[in-house]
Structures are given as C-alpha cells and as structure tokens.
C-alpha cells in the first residue's frame, strides 16, 4: 500500500505545473527585478504579471499585493506595521482566542510594546463570538485581526458580519486566510477586509512565498528596511521564482476550484461519518461552516501523538493539530478555547485532504484508524481512571517528551 498524506493544512506538494513555471527564473530568466538591463525587465515583467494573478484571485488591485516570505511575515507586516504607523490614533488591537501563532505571538510582542490586545472568546463550535467582539472595540481600537478559518478545527469565521463590526467603528480588519486562500472564494471586498495573509505552500506552491493584501489607503510601517521594494513595505531582492509559482498555483486554483472544493466535500462528509461511529470519538468544529478539506476529531482516552505515530506506521500521514513548535508542551490552544479539557484536547487527529486524496484512501482510513484507536484505548492509563484521579492528573504539569505538530 502507498502512503496517503492527508496533511495538506501543513503543507501541500508542489503541482508539477508549479515547478515548470518556476523553472526559468532558475536559469535563463535569473535577473534582478530592479536592474534596467533586459534581464532585470524580464524578471519585473513577470513579478508584475504575477502580482495581477495574485491581485485577480483578490478582487484586487495589483498594487494592492505585498509579495512577503509566507504567511507568518505577512501576519507581522499586518498587525506590527499597521500598528506602529497607527498608533497616534489609539493603541488597542482586537484579536480571537484562536488565531495562528503568528498572529497571536505578535499580539503578545505589541503587548510588551505599548499595545492592549482584547483576545475575544469563541463558542464550542469554533465561531467567534460576535456579542464580545462588539463590546471589545472601543474608540481606542485601531485593528480587528480575525482568521478567515482555523487552521486546526476549519471552522470558517462569518468575516462579513465581523465587518460590519469594524467598519460601524471605522476600525480596519486584517485576516489570515492562508488556509482558505485557494480553497474557498476569498474576495477581499466581499471579506471587507483591509489587509489579508496568504501562503504559496499550502495551494501547491512553494514554501518560503506568500502575499499580504493590503487595500489602498491603508497605512504600514515596514518591518524590513533596505531598499525600495515592494512599494517600499518590504525591502529586499524579490524571490521571483517563487513569485512565479504562487502565481501558478493561484492561477490554477482559481480555475478549479469550486470542483475541487465539491469534491473534497464529499470525501470529508464520508470520513467524518465513517469515523464518528468509533465510540467515544466527536467532531471539533462547525459541521457545516467548514473548510471542504478539514475533519478534526477528539478519541476519549487517546492519546493524539501516539496516534499520529500508528497512522505513519500503517502508511498514513496524519496531524494532531498546529502548535508551530515541536517542543510545545502545552494542548492545542485552540481546542481548550472551544471547551475541552487537557485530556480531551491531547486526543486530537487532523485531517486534511488535498488534490491527490481519493475514495480509496479514504475507506483505508476509515478501516485502520478505529482499529488503532482501541490498540491506544487497551494500554492508555486513563482509560482505567476515577473522575477524581483524572481531575488531579489534568492539574499536574505535562512532562517532556516530542510532539509531532507541524507549523501551519
């Protein structure tokens, strides 16, 4: 049996497409966009085509997209740039308790800087709460950054009505949509976002590129000084290889689409109905307002990175969730904010499905993982346990040990 990845909210592979588009600006197209000889106007030739691919998959204007290194410099230019050049209009940030490390360790930095970050709750489901939102900003508000969809559970944030929010208040919105750009429309007028985030690795694109859009009006400070690049937002010689290829990427994600996002549907609802029959097992999530390739799961007395270890084993590539650090102790931020308790939350699968995923592996999943999780459930020492022993055990400190969770 083959390997079945079904971890592409980490990292999806690079479309052979991708590659060959890229290609070039390896080799014969190698000049620097900035130079006036030939070679440096064939490179800017394809920066700026790229950039109104990038711009059209937006509802953008070209010189609305910021080319960065990915989705967490494009969370920092967002949040720490608007910030900064914003400041003198007030100093609070409105974030959720379950953004992306990059944007919440950015939150906290601005925190040792001055700023007051409200972190707004949200309800089992995943789904902000709009009633604390609305109370959180003040006449201080300067930003509302609010993630277009988790990255662990998929829930997808009603970003519209989170708008409207903002804009009664005149106060911008920033979104990190690295995991629905691609996969879901992501209109930035339709979204009402002023700044958003984006990744080229996680459409079929390469890893190290990414965009941030950032609507006309909208005031940064630069967090990389040099020279003149990218309107003077991000200095530095622009990488236009990968350029090239999260052009690619998005020019064929936006050609299919709204096929693939039918299709992964449809494998997503057969896996969530075939794993939900485990015993003791249950969605993390909205059931519906969700990212077409995401399923979350919980197993009662399982222990996630163990079971992440089975799956490999048995040729499937699985996730526990995203902690963006492999010596991360602490459970899933995100699962605790929607209600579950340590233990419940140490008992997480993620998995995300992409373009190669087919009915077959799906039913080869749903064959071998309740099987493992009762291997688990034989040898896990809280399977035997009072709720008063549990209740102690979930106070004590974890201890040292290596989790599996990959940086999305």
Aim: hydrophobic share 35%.
């Amino acid at each position: 049996m083959g390997r079945i990845y079904l971890d592409h909210a980490a990292t999806t592979p690079v479309d052979p497409r991708v590659l060959e588009a890229m290609q070039p600006f390896f080799s014969e197209k190698f000049g620097n966009a900035s130079s006036l000889h030939s070679e440096g106007t064939e490179a800017a030739e394809a920066l700026e085509k790229s950039r109104e691919t990038v711009a059209g998959a937006l509802g953008a204007k070209p010189d609305e997209v910021v080319f960065t290194s990915g989705g967490s410099e494009s969370d920092n230019l967002a949040i720490k740039g608007f910030a900064y050049a914003n400041r003198k209009k007030g100093n609070r940030i409105v974030t959720s308790a379950i953004e992306h490390p990059a944007v919440l360790n950015t939150c906290r930095y601005l925190e040792k800087n001055g700023f007051r970050v409200t972190y707004v709750p949200v309800g089992r489901n995943g789904i902000v709460d709009l009633n604390a939102l609305e109370k959180a900003v003040t006449e201080e508000t300067i930003l509302v950054s609010i993630m277009h969809a988790n990255n662990e559970i998929g829930t997808i944030q009603p970003l519209g009505k989170i708008s409207e929010i903002a804009k009664r208040r005149g106060v911008a919105l920033h979104t990190d949509a690295v995991q629905t750009f691609g996969k879901i429309e992501t209109d930035a007028d339709k979204l009402g976002a002023d700044l958003l985030s984006l990744s080229g690795h996680k459409i079929y694109g390469p890893k190290g590129v990414g965009a941030l859009f950032v609507r006309k009006g909208t005031v940064l400070e630069p967090l990389i000084h040099g020279g003149e690049h990218e309107k003077g937002l991000r200095a530095g010689t622009e990488n236009v290889a990968g350029i090239a290829g999260l052009a690619e990427a998005t020019r064929i994600c936006a050609k299919e689409m709204n096929g693939e996002a039918a299709r992964e549907t449809r494998l997503r609802d057969r896996l969530l109905k075939g794993i939900l029959e485990t015993p003791g097992s249950w969605l993390n999530g909205h059931r519906t307002k969700r990212l077409p390739n995401n399923a979350n799961f919980s197993f009662r007395h399982v222990e996630g990175e163990s079971l992440v270890l089975y799956l490999d084993m048995k040729g499937i590539a699985a996730s526990t969730g995203s902690a963006c650090s492999s010596l991360k102790l602490e459970p899933s931020h995100v699962l605790r904010a929607i209600g579950l308790t340590p233990e419940e939350a140490h008992g997480s699968l993620r998995l995300t499905l992409g373009r190669a995923t087919t009915a077959k592996d799906i039913e080869t999943v749903l064959e071998i993982i309740p099987g493992e999780v009762e291997k688990l459930r034989k040898i896990s020492p809280m399977a035997g346990m009072s709720a008063l022993e549990k209740k102690r055990l979930e106070k004590q400190p974890h201890g040292h040990g290596r989790h599996g969770k990959a940086c999305d």
